[in-house]
């Protein structure tokens, strides 16, 4: 579940606490913790309604000035079930920004990721890929995933879940458009020699 930036804001406030979805089916789960642009969120609810009943201070809920305004920006295809799913902001830091922020790799840090990275190469069905996308983030941060994907050789949505793989690393950050390695990205890849 992603959030436009726009969002951002509300969300990590409390006052966001609401989002409406057109899906074909339940993409989220009651209770579950959803790692999101905008930060982790946990879901309270999640139930189909008629988009006509979406009341104003629902809208305000969701971010909107009007249930009018929360219409028309709804997505998708108009014949699919609206969801709309009561969230809130998860506390605490995520895991991920913790392990993004340690720059201080000492040889068995180093030897693990690289065990990873390639465990991940192995198991790609397109061979190897971890080092082309580390370098292609490093060379460019803040480029859409649309632009990196091809120089990778890879379709948009494969190149996005493989960065998501290396943000589990700790090694790559998300940013509002695109990404940047992390401080212990950063760290690994001058580890190799290989200078951004």
Do not use: C
């Amino acid at each position: 579940m992603q959030f436009e930036a726009r969002f951002r804001h509300g969300i990590a406030s409390g006052e966001v606490t609401l989002t409406f979805r057109r899906w074909k089916r339940n993409q989220v789960v009651t209770g579950n913790t959803y790692r999101t642009a905008t930060g982790r969120v946990v879901v309270d609810e999640v139930s189909v309604i008629e988009p006509a009943t979406i009341s104003n201070e629902e809208a305000v809920l969701a971010g909107y000035e009007s249930a009018a305004v929360l219409l028309a920006d709804l997505r998708g295809d108009g014949s699919l079930p609206v969801y709309r799913v009561r969230f809130h902001a998860a506390p605490g830091e995520d895991s991920r920004d913790l392990l993004a922020a340690d720059a201080a790799l000492d040889a068995s840090s180093l030897a693990t990721i690289t065990h990873r990275l390639e465990r991940l190469d192995r198991a790609s069905p397109s061979g190897p890929w971890t080092r082309t996308a580390l370098l292609l983030i490093a060379r460019n941060p803040g480029v859409r995933a649309g632009d990196l994907a091809p120089q990778a050789g890879q379709e948009t949505l494969d190149f996005k879940r493989n960065v998501r793989k290396l943000k589990n690393l700790g090694l790559t950050v998300s940013l509002e458009v695109g990404y940047r390695l992390s401080p212990r990205g950063e760290a690994y890849w001058q580890s190799l020699a290989g200078e951004p």
